[in-house]
Structures are given as structure tokens and as C-alpha cells.
Nanobody, 123 residues
Framework: QVQLVESGGGVVQAGGSLRLSCAAS????????MAWFRQAPGKEREFVAR????????DYVDSVKGRFTISRDNAKNMVYLQMNSLKPEDTAVYYC????????????????WGQGTQVTVSS
């Protein structure tokens, strides 16, 4: 059974940092791009970042460029999201996901999802 489990969320003041982790189990995802999405209350799920299987290419939504860094450890079946200089508008539930095909920016291109971890940034 495939399972993705996110951790590392919490409450932090604006300007602070958090590191999210996503542990994958049930199969290896070393051949899949992985991504982080987020969903704020009343808003649609939004693409945040993705990383290619080798880790050689990353993409970010403009609002987090220069502040967030996605990485992965294929040996451990883990994906990470380092979030620095956090802003109140980063408050959301963050999800990791495994890409199947299609646009990297669309949630429909991903077929495995974690349960999410809450990130709250206070001003």
C-alpha cells in the first residue's frame, strides 16, 4: 500500500523557517517527479514546488522563489521542503504528491497524496 506522510508543520512567526518532510512507503518513487502543493482555507490547492527524479531540476511558484527549496533523498524515499522567510500568506495545509503525467502545475497530474501538514505563519 502506497503511503505518503508529511511532517514538520507548525506555528511560526513571520520571517521564521520550517522544514517539511514527506516519507514515502509502499514502493520506490525514484523514477517519479515529486511535488509540494498547499491549500489555504477557502482557496484551491496550489502548486508550490516540484523536483525531478534525479533532483537535477526544480520548479517553484513565483511567490516562493528564493525562499523555499525542494530536495529529495531517493535512498530514503524522502522529499523535503525548506521554507525560509515565511510570510502570513504562506499559511496553508501543505501536501506532498507523486506525479504521474501532465502539467506539473495541475493537481490532476499527481496520483498519490499525503494527508497534509498545517503551516501557520503569524504576523
Amino acid at each position: 500500500q502506497v503511503q505518503l506522510v508529511e511532517s514538520g508543520g507548525g506555528v511560526v512567526q513571520a520571517g521564521g523557517s520550517l522544514r517539511l518532510s514527506c516519507a514515502a512507503s509502499g514502493r520506490t518513487f525514484s523514477s517519479n517527479s515529486m511535488a509540494w502543493f498547499r491549500q489555504a482555507p477557502g482557496k484551491e490547492r496550489e502548486f508550490v514546488a516540484r523536483i525531478t527524479p534525479s533532483g537535477g531540476t526544480t520548479d517553484y511558484v513565483d511567490s516562493v522563489k528564493g525562499r523555499f527549496t525542494i530536495s529529495r533523498d531517493n535512498a530514503k524515499n524522502m522529499v523535503y521542503l525548506q521554507m525560509n522567510s515565511l510570510k502570513p500568506e504562506d499559511t496553508a495545509v501543505y501536501y506532498c504528491a507523486v506525479r504521474k503525467y501532465g502539467s506539473i502545475y495541475s493537481s490532476t497530474s499527481y496520483d498519490y497524496w499525503g494527508q497534509g501538514t498545517q503551516v501557520t505563519v503569524s504576523s
